[in-house]
């Protein structure tokens, strides 16, 4: 993980949290994201729309050519997009413009804790 609050350059992958979670964006370029809302929203946002307070964090920089292709490919789809916490979130989102693939770490622990908790109750019941 990289430095919290450092420059980005367009099509670095950055987060920043939100709540329990972390919301993942891919910067533009001088202080604007492209993120896509809960709302099923995609869209631009500045930097300076979050408290002074708030903390971004490197998560990746891309190889420059892929960084073009993932900011073209964002820009593209601006606009309304279906929101799912599962399978179309924000990580997803900018997992699938630079690596073309829908992914969420985030989600992917979430479901692996789920299992083991399932797992444990099937102990429990088994074993009462």
Known sequence: ???????????????????????VMLALGDGWFL?????????????????????????????????????RRGLGRIGPEVYCLFDANCEHFVHDLVYGEAKSSQVERLMRGLGVLA??????????
Request: aromatic letters at 8%.
């Open 1 to 23: 993980m990289r430095k919290a609050n450092c420059g980005f350059r367009a099509g670095d992958i950055v987060k920043t949290r939100k709540g329990v979670v972390w919301h």
């Open 35 to 71: 993120e896509k809302t809960r709302f099923g929203q995609v869209r631009k946002r500045h930097r300076s729309s979050w408290g002074a307070s708030q903390r971004f964090v490197l998560v990746e920089r891309p190889a420059a050519s892929v960084a073009r292709r993932a900011v």
């Open 119 to 128: 797992g444990f109750a099937v102990v429990s019941l088994v074993g009462a």
